[in-house]
């Protein structure tokens, strides 16, 4: 968790031997675009994040920052086309996945890496009760008869915590409430035990009480399974309270990488800092909010040198010219700023 | 300055369930709004909070008089706004306007930026003769922070937070005396966000609005507002400054609500009071006798569920709350610097 090898990180297990790494899931210098008929969208441009057993990684992000279409291309969902991978990799216990033959890939989803949704009620088949799409799971992939993956779902669906887990079961999608359906997306995906799971925006939808009741519920079934969490969201007080660390992303690049605590204390990219700047603070109600001016860029067409450059307070003549590469600064945070070192240095 | 601009007195609104197709049988009623009171003083902003369900969208139609009431009065000025017709409905639909929370559907598509913000000249055309429109409407372009020049411009070639800045232009068209908010940023991206907030307010400054600031995210209502009302399943529950809410709330609902949010603060992690509620919002066809937060409250007793707690100042505390154990508890409140 301390040492995050920014470009070593692609050298063991790259020659895509199958030996492990060490890392449960890594992306490496992933690039995505898509291809449109009015141009292409680069839309990821060389993303390098991983996961451990056991950890919160939170990827931080607004919309258009490429957040879920790396999740996407995680668990092959992309829709391809109009999406191309043009050049990475995504690593599972060392094993490139984006090269396997899609029956391999089909057997780590759901069992090694799983997903949750933002949107439950389009994430759930309406038409099919919620049991039923959890005991499917149990019947196609571990074989079990009828009776038993029903017993197996009631108990998935009491793990998440859904009162009266076995009236439940042949309720339809629709008759749950939203922080239940989010409980019975949980359940389905963690029903094949998986060892990562990504969620993406997983409490968007729902209000701040059910919200804090699903993040909970996340936390604990984390712990139990130590399973490494991918988390994806926009919520900076959600991030702060679960993740352990953070990866900050800006026009399908990673702007900054750090440990929860760094990150909030001094961050050291100025895309960062505008983003905590702009959070309501009670200290200082009335006066107007710091923003960051301008809007993010069109992915079409994406600036020259920094890609934050024409919004950024602190943009010198690089920032124009020079892409930041994301550089290790100090112990276990990098940043893809020219000017890291004086902005975590100056008080 | 501290006279009632928009009185609301016991304001219900009741929509009706129905059953059968050719004989439509009433089978029940959706409790939306059951009871509610306020007063917005001019120039002040209200903030309206509370979660998914509990009446505030439906609150703010009646105020811009969308719906009638099923019971109770909406006064604007002295006068019931529900029992307004003809051209004095119209001369106070000039006066309340409204911000709506998605911009990208409540823009037509096929209409320029120029006939969006103009469209409400047409309907009133004292306020711009028509010579004067398309000059008009480039004064308020460039009041919101978008380019006069754009006035041709459609929909789709703004992003979302210009898209608000055009629902806002347009809410600003009639110089109406109160705007009602209804969730304005909460579609936004954070540092969007933050640049819509900061426009309200300089707006707010500058032509003395008074705004009702309807939206789910705390801290937004927080920085923006002057007094908070929060409510639950249709009645307000607790009402007071934006101090009082925040830092002395004596309701255990907004006490809850309050705790549930995530402080952007990694170090206050694990010294925060978290009270988390079980359960979800009954449903509003049927709501809980007496207290209709008792059915998930902690400090729940017989009497609530005998006795509606009525919104009143109770002992200890400086502001009125609708529970019959109002208590002072400290929350760690949200975004502490």
Not at chain 1, 278 to 288: F, T
């Amino acid at each position: 968790m301390s040492d995050i090898l920014v470009s070593e990180q692609s050298a063991p297990g790259a020659d895509g031997s199958g030996r492990p790494s060490g890392r449960l899931l890594e992306v490496d210098d992933l690039r995505v675009e898509f291809r449109t008929r009015d141009g292409v969208a680069k839309v990821i441009n060389g993303v390098t994040y991983h996961v451990d057993a056991g950890e919160t990684l939170a990827v931080l992000g607004e919309s258009g920052s490429g957040k879920s279409v790396t999740a996407q291309t995680i668990m092959g969902i992309l829709d391809m086309p109009p999406g191309f991978v043009t050049g990475g990799q995504v690593r599972f216990h060392g094993r490139d996945m984006l090269t396997m033959s899609a029956e391999e890939r089909r057997r780590i989803r759901g069992e090694g890496i799983a997903m949750i949704f933002q949107d439950s009620l389009s994430a759930l088949n309406p038409v099919f009760t919620v049991g039923f799409q959890i005991a499917e799971q149990f019947r196609i992939r571990r074989g079990m008869g009828r009776a038993d993956a029903k017993k197996r779902a009631i108990e998935m669906l009491d793990q998440v915590k859904i009162p009266n887990a076995k009236g439940r079961f042949s309720n339809y999608p629709h008759q749950f409430s939203g922080g239940m359906r989010q409980r019975a997306m949980i359940a389905m995906s963690l029903a094949l035990d998986p060892e990562v799971l990504i969620a993406d925006e997983p409490t968007t939808a729902l209000d701040v009480t059910v919200q804090a009741q699903i993040m909970d519920l996340l936390g604990e079934l984390q712990r139990e399974r130590q399973m490494g969490m991918i988390l994806i969201t926009h919520d900076l007080g959600v991030v702060a309270d679960v993740a352990d660390r953070i990866a900050v992303m800006y026009a399908g690049r990673i702007v900054e990488e750090a440990d929860v605590y760094d990150l909030y204390a001094k961050p050291a990219h100025p895309y960062t800092l505008g983003l905590l700047d702009s959070i309501p603070r009670m200290d200082e109600k009335g006066q107007e909010l710091r923003t960051i001016k301008g809007l993010p860029p069109n992915l079409m067409n994406i600036p020259p040198g920094c890609p934050f450059n024409p919004r950024c307070p602190m943009a010198q003549p690089v920032c124009r010219e020079k892409v930041p590469p994301l550089l290790q600064i100090g112990s276990g945070r990098a940043s893809a700023c020219h000017f890291a070192e004086e902005l975590v240095n100056r008080d | 300055m501290t006279e009632n601009i928009i009185e609301v007195r016991d304001l219900v609104k009741h929509y009706p369930v129905t059953q059968g197709i050719v004989f439509k049988k009433t089978v029940g009623q959706v409790k939306a709004v059951d009871g509610v009171s306020f007063e917005l003083k001019t120039g002040e902003t209200l903030g309206v909070v509370g979660e998914s369900g509990c009446g505030k969208s439906t609150l703010a139609r009646v105020l811009m008089n969308l719906e009638k009431p099923t019971g109770g009065s909406v006064h604007y000025k002295g006068q019931d706004i529900s029992k307004l017709s003809g051209g004095a409905l119209r001369r106070l639909r000039r006066q309340i306007q409204l911000v709506m929370q998605d911009p990208y559907t409540s823009l037509n598509p096929r209409m320029t930026v120029g006939d969006l913000i103009g469209e409400p000249f047409e309907i009133h055309s004292e306020v711009a003769p028509k010579g004067s429109r398309r000059g008009k409407v480039k004064e308020l372009l460039d009041l919101v922070g978008l380019n006069p020049e754009h006035i041709n411009r459609y929909p789709h070639q703004f992003s979302g937070g210009q898209r608000q800045r055009i629902g806002i232009a347009r809410a600003l068209a009639l110089r109406p005396e109160v705007i009602v908010c209804d969730e304005p940023v909460s579609a936004l991206d954070v540092s969007i966000q933050a640049q819509v907030m900061n426009l309200l307010e300089k707006l707010q400054n500058e032509f003395g609005l008074s705004y009702v600031f309807i939206a789910h995210d705390l801290s937004v209502v927080r920085h923006l507002s002057d007094r908070v009302a929060v409510m639950y399943l249709g009645k307000m529950v607790e009402v007071g400054t934006e101090d009082e809410i925040y830092e002395r709330p004596t309701h255990p609902y907004t006490q809850a609500l309050l705790s549930a949010v995530p402080v952007p603060d990694p170090t206050l992690r694990d010294n925060k009071a978290i009270i988390r509620l079980t359960g979800d919002v009954p449903s509003p066809i049927s709501p809980p006798s007496g207290c209709r937060f008792r059915t998930r409250c902690w400090k729940a007793q017989d009497v609530c569920a005998q006795q509606v707690p009525l919104l009143e100042i109770r002992r200890g505390s400086d502001h009125p709350s609708a529970c019959h154990f109002a208590e002072k508890r400290a929350i760690v409140a949200t975004h502490q610097a």
